[in-house]
């Protein structure tokens, strides 16, 4: 049965049509609305917006960072400097394949593990579309060999900058300190603001201390850059302002002489001026050169530094402790005369022995059988163990600790340098908090010359021999002395008050003090000679700190100068002009048979150099006066 097949509708077909059309034009109609709403929120509502993004796609803003402040000794000679350099930078945004990059950049510009490291870090804190550094000053042919190749790498390019320098090296590395690259704890710490375009910041030392002073205020310029990035020219340029230059105290030619004087042994020495706290001359031997430091230190370079048997790296004149051996005693002798525990005539019989009543134990005086009958200053000319025995005894720990903390142990003397530590002063609170246990008469009376817990920084004794030498009126050390406004103008001086009143009540406990202290020096005292030829007068003491516990007689019978030194830590502390002062010397040598003849001639040079700036020396120094002892029937008053 054949089938017949359906007849065309083709009304229906039509008005479907029809519909269909009308459908897609009213969807046509509806996109066409919604196209022109859009258009309108963006050109209308988001004009400026867009404005904006267009402008800054064309328009960029590259920060300009300050010059880094000069800085100077006392009589201007240029410590740290900035010159002129060209580093690699790469701007991550404009690189398409930032791995290749690297690696074809390494055949063209050497780089090394330590520059990608750095470079990598900095990736992680910096936007995208910042410029980070990756090598730092790029050599002549460096830059010759990356010009040729520069269509190669989009988004890299050399900028010039300036860099820190120190020509001195290190000579002063320990007081100038250095600059080094910002990282992320910096990046938490200092205004963003104020750093942009900063790769680098004071680490150490002045550089460190005096950072805002030094860093200056940044600038900026407005730049049109083309679809590559380049620069086609500026539009606006607002510039940078230039740190304040800085003037410090020291001088360079007495700071020469100290470090010569040491002949590359380990120690550290300080000069003072006790009239205004002025540091004159700060060292710490061995150094190093902080120009390793500027763009990042070598890992081998720095692990062979902190693995230096003789830490160069460490400031031992504000971070090195040692015990001060008899350097003490002429401040525990006047804290006897102040505290009305002793006049300048009582004597005390040296038998070489001193016992605690009640006690067995000997405490011995350095000359076996004693030296006989002295008061305070041959005591003091003779470093006379016994009369300072007493005298710590009588006076007690908590008196004793009470007054030499009045001159500065125990606690940072405030120097305008970071790391400074405080010593230890021995006290009974000091022992009970970091021993838990009771404090003994013993302990006392070796305190009284400068062993057991003592512990001071050359910077500490220095400084409170400038108090003493300044008639008890102390002035916390200080390195700066002035800054200057970039340019050479304005400069202006930092004030450094008094920390307070006269610490010495009656002059004439000043001047038997100050007269043992001569006698050391032109008497028969440890420094005996170190005067000679010296137009000034010297007032001084030695100091021999012994390193180890004695365990046998040897210290005795073995006078072997390689011995004693192994075992000592040699000290010697001095002013002059005597009856005016002004200059103090603390100087330490970490293994020194004795202190006189071996700290001794350090400080002398170091004398020596100040004398050469001086205008119009004395005449050759006249002999001391009050060089016999009182009659020996007068002793040493109890309390």
């Known amino acids: 049965m054949r089938i017949r097949p359906d007849i065309k509708d083709a009304r229906g077909e039509s008005a479907m049509f029809q519909r269909r059309a009308l459908a897609g034009f009213a969807l046509i109609v509806l996109g066409l609305c919604g196209l022109v709403a859009r258009y309108v929120y963006l050109q209308v509502d988001q004009h400026d917006e867009y404005t904006l993004r267009s402008q800054q796609n064309r328009i960029k803003q590259r920060a300009l960072p300050p010059g880094r402040g000069l800085i100077y000794d006392r009589e201007g000679t240029l410590l740290a400097d900035n010159v002129p350099a060209f580093r690699l930078e790469v701007v991550p945004e404009q690189v398409h394949d930032l791995k290749a990059t690297l690696a074809a950049l390494g055949a063209v510009v050497p780089l090394t593990p330590d520059d990608l490291d750095n470079f990598r870090k900095q990736l992680r804190l910096n936007r995208r579309f910042d410029s980070i550094p990756l090598k730092m000053q790029l050599n002549e042919d460096e830059i010759d060999r990356f010009a040729v190749n520069q269509w190669r790498f989009p988004g890299v390019e050399v ?56 860093h200056g205020t940044p600038g900026y310029d407005l730049v049109e850059v083309n679809a590559d990035g380049k620069v086609q020219r500026v539009l606006e340029h607002h510039p940078a302002i230039a740190g304040r230059n800085l003037y410090l105290s020291i001088d360079t030619r007495i700071q020469r002489a100290a470090v010569a004087a040491f002949a590359g042994r380990p120690g550290a020495a300080v000069a003072i001026d006790p009239r205004n706290g002025q540091v004159l001359a700060m060292v710490s031997v061995p150094s190093y050169d902080p120009n390793l430091f500027i763009n990042g230190i070598s890992t081998a370079a720095y692990r062979e530094l902190t693995t230096a048997p003789n830490k160069p790296l460490v400031n031992r004149a504000i971070q090195g402790v040692y ?76 008196r004793l600790s009470q007054f030499m903390g009045s001159f500065g142990f125990g606690k940072p003397t405030g120097v305008d340098l970071y790391g400074e530590l405080g010593g230890v002063l021995p006290s009974r609170e000091w022992k009970r908090q970091h021993f838990r246990q009771p404090w003994f008469p013993g302990e006392t009376v070796i305190a009284g010359i400068g062993q057991g817990y003592w512990g001071v920084t050359p910077i500490q004794l220095s400084h409170a021999f400038a108090t003493l030498a300044n008639h008890g009126v102390a002035y916390a050390p200080r390195l700066a002395d002035a800054t200057e406004a970039p340019g050479g103008g304005g400069r202006e001086d930092l004030v450094n008050p008094p920390l307070g009143p006269s610490l010495i009540t009656r002059n004439s406990n000043w001047q038997a003090i100050d007269t043992g202290m001569e006698m050391v020096i032109y008497g028969h005292g440890t420094g005996h000679g170190l005067g000679d030829g010296f137009p000034y007068r010297i007032a001084g003491k030695s100091g021999t700190a012994e390193r180890f516990s004695r365990t046998t007689d040897a210290y005795d019978t073995n006078r072997n100068k390689a011995y004693l030194a192994a075992r000592h830590r040699a000290w010697f502390v001095a002013y002059t002009p005597a009856d005016q002062p002004r200059i103090v010397v603390a100087a330490l040598l970490e293994a020194g048979a004795w202190g006189g003849s071996d700290a001794g001639p350090i400080v002398r040079k170091i004398f020596d150099a100040w004398l050469a700036g001086q205008k119009d020396p004395p005449a050759a120094a006249a002999p001391p006066t009050m060089t016999q002892p009182a009659p020996a029937t007068t002793q040493a008053r109890n309390p």
């Not at 900058?161 to 910096?186: F, K, S």
């Not at 067995?360 to 000319?381: C, F, H, K, P, T």
Request: no cysteine; glycine share 12%.
């Open 323 to 398: 015990q001060p051996g008899s350097t003490v005693k002429p401040l525990l002798g006047l804290g006897g005369l102040e505290l009305g525990l002793r006049r300048p005539q009582d004597t005390v019989l040296s038998t070489g022995e001193f016992f605690i009543p009640g006690q067995s134990r000997a405490y011995r005086d350095d000359v076996r059988g004693g030296v006989g009958v002295v008061n305070l200053m041959q005591a003091i000319e003779k470093s006379v163990n016994t009369y300072f025995y007493k005298l710590a005894l009588d006076m007690g720990i908590d």
């Open 159 to 214: 900028v010039p900058y300036q860099i820190r320098r120190y020509p001195l090296g290190d000579l002063y590395a320990h007081v100038v300190g250095y600059v080094n690259r910002i990282n992320e704890r910096d990046l938490a710490q200092l205004d963003p603001a104020m750093y942009k375009g900063t790769t680098h910041v004071g680490r150490t030392g002045i550089e460190r201390a005096y950072e805002a002073q030094l």
